[in-house]
């Protein structure tokens, strides 16, 4: 093995970030950075984010995508001491962060996505409207930001040393586990137990 | 005549245009005749407006004013409005630094990492999982004595331990067993752990594993490994095959090389024994001791009683988690757990727990699994207990050495010992094998006619009995079957060409074994008949026996048969064993039929007899029955 693509791999530096919606509509989000074997390196976690009565009537369906995309994305990419050089999701509203981040940001697409089920048809027909180019990395499919179809080649050079057979939705389930467990422990309720 | 007509105008007009009236004419006017006079009559009434001086106002407009009244309503605007989101709040939680290990071997690619999979052992059963991708996952889950949220966190987020362990660095000989699977994800998460499964289950594999990846996750960074100087060997081998890359030191030699030992830094992990570890300890300054992140006492039932040298120096060790093994974990008393749970920092010093507690406790810092719950691939062992009629000789002679033993026992009044109804005890135990002057012996009997339809099935079996002289008397009778024997009268090195023989020789049926020196260690899984000739003291060293051939790799029901003499002190002692069994399931749990260890206690031997243990022999709750068999445990009578 070449040691400089060794030092890449041993550079590599996942991000999984996701968002949990609790049971009175406040959202909590967690990012978790691991090395390229998914263990775990750092993970942030937010605080409740709630929209009163004004904000929901004003952002109207633009709510969730702001709180979880621009507020929580945003704020957990910021103070995360680690940072990833490629950023995965399964919520299609964290793809916006890309706006505001040098890293590609990918989110699973529909078939591979956990809340995939939950999803309307609306919300499915908007998210497929929103993405970009689709990657399979590790055994996981992922879509790029609609205005970032670059990020698609980006992040399979970066994923390059991930085995084929990786799971990289599985983190993703911790992240959620992790925010629901943080939940539970301050008395808050996720939506979706 | 014209009809008169009326006509109404406008009033405004009418008052403006002259009233027509009404007018009479006869025809033919212009005709002579008397002259008729018309008149026009107005038949318009005559208004006249009344001048009463108020007409002028009637056509004046009224006069309107116009004033401000206040209604008490305010309209007002906010020039703008700002999302007041606030700041975004955010935890942090990092993760210790992982200790590096080897790279994994660089394979011929084209300077790409690659995958180093564990080769999987090939199962019957793995064939219908091969394709599938979704593979089953073990995840850490928190300890219930995990109380702070980072603490809890740290053990969600860590990956499921197949993917760990399919990790490139840590190279697994073989794929785990789900239930170990489980047991490795439980100790890595326990600080406090008593580690009990059922012999076979992998207890040192697991352990090895979890050690790993608590070394690997940067959780512990020093081990002490404690066991029994016999076993050293055994757990550096099996270091060896499960984590070839981790160095153990091992603290042997002389004093001062052991003092060196002790405190040479970096290594990772120590092994001693516990005469070495309570001889070193008492000899060290407190200062000097050497602290650890983990400590592992393996058998370690070592340190049951809590007032021993081996236990306190155990205590005493300065450490941040304290597992034990054991697959034995209560041997006589519930309350040796109490020990163990001192050890384990579980309970304040010199507690003693009732019951209830011991069980509650053990709810909480005790795994225990047996093979029939956790080895669903398994074939099941099927036991059998043979109540067997002595032969009229072997039934004469064991009454009369009953009635004269007894009476000896009587006449001794106060000075009876414990020593002395065991001797009793012992005698009457071998004419249930066989009258010792005809040689008659049911249990032969019976053995020789079971033999017969094993052999003719290609079978083979192992017996155990308590006696070596036993194996040798009834091998005669056996020969048919082409008998082997191993025992400790058998040279070291002669004993793996038996053992070889036994396997591979289709003519060799069957093995006499001593439960000292065949009841641990052997894998003889090829072999599916267990005969117990004579019963042991303690079922649990009958479970090591029978598990040389119920372990994994077997392919067959296993049938273990225990011979038990009706009417003698074999079937008094197997109903005694059978009712303390049932409280001791009490603390550790249903299911667990095949491996408490229970021994006899002084007054437990003397009522076999009906005798009174005197004031002070059977109160103490003395164990009286041999230990443990060992190499040397031969010809015990």
Avoid at chain 1, 17 to 29: Q, R, S, Y
Avoid at chain 2, 29 to 34: C, L, V, W
Avoid at chain 2, 257 to 273: A, C, E, F, K, Q
Avoid at chain 2, 315 to 336: F, Q
Wanted: charged residues 25%; negative net charge; hydrophobic residues 40%.
């Amino acid at each position: 093995m070449a040691s400089g693509s060794k030092d890449r791999a041993d550079s590599l530096r996942l991000g999984f970030l996701t968002a949990v919606e609790l049971h009175d509509g406040g959202f909590v989000g967690g990012l978790l950075v691991t090395d390229r074997f998914g263990r775990p390196l750092e993970f942030q976690c937010t605080t409740p984010v709630r929209a009163n009565r004004t904000q929901e009537l004003l952002y109207g369906p633009t709510l969730v995508p702001f709180i979880v995309g621009e507020l929580i994305g945003k704020a957990l990419s910021d103070r995360i001491s680690i940072k990833p050089t490629l950023l995965l999701s399964d919520r299609p509203e964290m793809l916006t962060l890309r706006e505001h981040i040098d890293a590609p940001v990918l989110c699973l697409t529909g078939s591979d996505r956990a809340s995939a089920s939950a999803a309307s048809a609306e919300d499915e027909e908007n998210f497929s409207s929103a993405v970009g180019s689709k990657v399979t990395l590790g055994r996981v499919e992922f879509q790029t930001h609609a205005e970032f179809p670059e990020d698609a080649a980006a992040a399979q050079q970066l994923a390059r040393p991930i085995d084929s057979k990786a799971d990289l939705s599985e983190p993703i389930e911790r992240v959620s586990e992790a925010l629901k467990e943080t939940m539970a422990t301050v008395g808050g309720k996720p939506k979706v137990a | 005549m014209r009809n008169a007509e009326f006509e109404m105008g406008n009033p405004e007009a009418d008052s403006q245009t002259e009233i027509p009236h009404a007018e009479f004419r006869t025809p033919n006017s212009d005709a002579p005749g008397p002259a008729i006079v018309t008149q026009t009559i107005s038949l318009t009434p005559r208004v006249d407006i009344h001048a009463s001086g108020a007409n002028v106002a009637l056509n004046r407009w009224p006069n309107i004013e116009c004033s401000e009244i206040d209604a008490g309503i305010r309209v007002g605007t906010v020039p703008a409005w700002k999302p007041g989101w606030g700041r975004v709040r955010t935890v942090m939680l990092t993760f210790p630094e992982a200790i590096q290990f080897l790279p994994p071997k660089e394979e011929p690619a084209e300077g790409e990492l690659q995958t180093v999979r564990p080769p999987k052992p090939k199962r019957d059963s793995e064939d219908g999982d091969a394709g599938s991708e979704k593979k089953k996952r073990t995840r850490l889950k928190p300890p219930s004595d995990a109380l702070s949220l980072e603490d809890r966190l740290f053990y969600i987020l860590q990956p499921p331990l197949e993917t760990t362990l399919a990790g490139q660095e840590l190279i697994m000989p073989f794929e785990p067993f789900p239930h170990q699977y489980e047991g490795i994800g439980w100790l890595f998460s326990q600080k406090h752990a008593l580690l009990a499964d059922e012999m076979g289950l992998g207890k040192t594999m697991q352990t090895i594993t979890a050690v790993r990846l608590l070394l690997r996750s940067g959780q512990v960074r020093r081990v002490l490994f404690v066991c029994p100087k016999p076993l050293i060997p055994n757990w550096q081998r099996e270091f060896r095959t499960w984590a070839e890359e981790l160095p153990i030191v091992t603290v042997e030699g002389n004093t001062d090389r052991r003092r060196m030992i002790w405190s040479m830094p970096g290594v990772p992990i120590l092994m001693t024994n516990y005469e070495v570890l309570s001889r070193d300890f008492s000899e060290m300054h407190e200062d000097d001791r050497p602290k650890f992140d983990l400590v592992v006492l393996d058998e370690a039932q070592r340190i049951k009683n809590r007032d021993s040298k081996t236990a306190e120096v155990a205590r005493d060790i300065t450490r941040k988690r304290s597992w034990a093994l054991t697959g034995t974990p209560i041997e006589n008393r519930p309350e040796e757990m109490a020990s163990l749970f001192e050890f384990m920092e579980v309970v304040p010093p010199r507690a003693t727990p009732d019951l209830k507690q011991l069980s509650r406790l053990a709810d909480v810092y005790v795994l225990r699994r047996v093979k029939e719950l956790v080895m669903k691939d398994m074939p099941p062992r099927l036991d059998r207990d043979e109540f067997l009629e002595m032969t009229p000789a072997q039934n004469s002679a064991y009454r009369i050495a009953e009635k004269e033993g007894v009476v000896q026992l009587n006449e001794m009044g106060d000075q009876i010992s414990v020593a002395n109804v065991f001797e009793l005890v012992l005698r009457l135990k071998q004419i249930t094998n066989f009258d010792p002057l005809t040689g008659e012996s049911a249990k032969l009997d019976r053995l020789v006619a079971d033999m017969e339809e094993i052999a003719s099935s290609g079978g083979k079996a192992i017996l155990f009995s308590q006696w070596t002289k036993v194996l040798d008397w009834m091998k005669p009778a056996l020969e048919p079957f082409g008998p082997l024997i191993y025992h400790g009268g058998v040279p070291t090195k002669k004993r793996e060409p038996i053992l070889k023989q036994f396997k591979e020789d289709p003519t060799k049926h069957i093995l006499l074994m001593s439960y000292g020196t065949g009841a641990v260690g052997l894998n003889l899984q090829f072999a599916g008949y267990v005969f117990l000739f004579d019963r042991w003291w303690n079922p649990a060293v009958e479970d090591q026996a029978i598990n040389r051939a119920h372990r994994i790799g077997q392919k067959d029901t296993v049938i273990v048969t225990r011979f038990i003499s009706k009417d003698t002190i074999e079937e008094r002692i197997d109903a005694v064993l059978r009712h303390k069994r049932e409280i001791f399931e009490s603390v550790l749990g249903p299911g667990d039929k095949t491996n408490v260890s229970l021994s006899l206690d002084a007054a437990e031997i003397f009522g076999l007899f009906d005798l009174k243990a005197p004031a002070g022999k059977g109160s103490r709750m003395k164990k009286v029955a041999p230990k443990i068999p060992s190499e040397s445990d031969q010809d015990a009578a």
